[in-house]
């Protein structure tokens, strides 16, 4: 695929991570900045703005350090190669939607699930649309990314889309399940998280795409403090 080995290394498994560590996020300031006008090699694919929900953003936005290590990641890539964004500042009229979507969606493949058991899927996979300012959801902050790779214009297969709600979407899934035929599959998955990681970015575990720096997903794997807290743009 034209890598270093080392993008080729095998996910670790998710860490054992402390919330109750985190203090609330010390906003720096750091201006939101659209990541597109850095690198001809990031993309916007506005994945929300497409299904029509409300909230949607048209333009990516982002943080600058975040911006700026995305681009330092996409001149990593070699030609033909791009990083196509799904999603970044998540506005709460989206959050909203979001919720409300994947909410009826549960419900619907898991007839026999429990309002709990509802929740705690809802909870793995998306943020509740509450404004909260000590622990502000990853996309109000404007320190997380949702993104792929892509190749001569067509994003690689990751073994499930984008926004998939089974265990299948877990960034090291396979690593520890690989069916025959997906190895294609588990290497994008891997020149993804080497890539994102080696420019200072973590991933959530649970989801593949998901990519943060400076928030408190970031900080919790770093054992800094975060610097990006709740986005104003984000009550527009």
């Given at each position: 695929?034209?890598?270093?080995?080392?993008f080729?290394?095998?996910?670790p498994?998710a860490?054992?991570?402390?919330w109750?560590?985190?203090p609330?996020?010390?906003?720096?300031?750091?201006p939101?900045v659209?990541?597109?006008?850095?690198s001809?090699?990031?993309?916007?694919?506005?994945?929300?703005?497409?299904q029509?929900l409300?909230?949607?953003?048209?333009?990516?936005l982002?943080?600058?350090g975040l911006?700026l290590?995305?681009a330092?990641?996409?001149?990593?890539?070699?030609?033909?190669?791009?990083?196509l964004i799904f999603d970044?500042l998540?506005?709460?009229?989206?959050?909203q939607?979001?919720?409300?979507?994947f909410?009826?969606?549960?419900?619907?493949?898991r007839?026999?699930?429990?309002?709990?058991e509802?929740?705690?899927?809802?909870d793995?996979?998306v943020?509740?649309?509450?404004?909260r300012?000590n622990?502000?959801?990853p996309?109000?902050?404007?320190?997380?990314?949702d993104?792929t790779?892509?190749?001569?214009?067509?994003?690689?297969?990751?073994?499930?889309?984008f926004?998939?709600?089974?265990?299948?979407a877990?960034?090291?899934?396979?690593e520890?399940?690989?069916p025959?035929g997906?190895?294609?599959?588990r290497?994008?998955r891997?020149?993804?998280y080497?890539?994102?990681?080696s420019?200072?970015?973590?991933?959530?575990?649970?989801e593949?795409?998901?990519?943060?720096?400076?928030?408190?997903?970031?900080?919790?794997?770093?054992?800094?403090?975060?610097?990006?807290?709740?986005?104003?743009e984000?009550?527009?």
């Open positions: 695929m034209g890598f270093p080995r080392d080729l290394a095998p996910i498994p860490p054992a991570e402390n109750d560590r985190v609330p996020p010390a906003e720096n300031g750091d939101l659209d990541p597109t006008t850095l001809l090699r990031i993309t916007y694919g506005a994945a929300y703005l497409c029509g409300p909230g949607a953003l048209g333009q990516c982002v943080r600058r911006a290590r995305l330092q990641a996409a001149e990593k890539l070699p030609e033909g190669w791009s990083l970044g998540r506005t709460m009229r989206l959050q939607a979001l919720y409300d979507q909410r009826e969606v549960v419900i619907r493949e007839l026999q699930a429990s309002p709990a509802i929740e705690m899927v809802l793995t996979f943020a509740k649309p509450v404004k300012r622990r502000p959801a996309h109000t902050t404007g320190g997380a990314v993104l790779l892509s190749k001569n214009g067509t994003a690689l297969d990751m073994g499930t889309g926004d998939d709600l089974t265990a299948m877990h960034t090291d899934w396979l520890r399940s690989c025959p997906q190895e294609d599959c290497d994008a891997r020149i993804l080497n890539l994102m990681t420019v200072g970015l973590v991933n959530y575990p649970c593949w795409w998901h990519y943060a720096y400076g928030e408190r997903q970031w900080a919790v794997r770093t054992g800094k403090s975060p610097f990006y807290g709740y986005c104003k984000c009550d527009e």
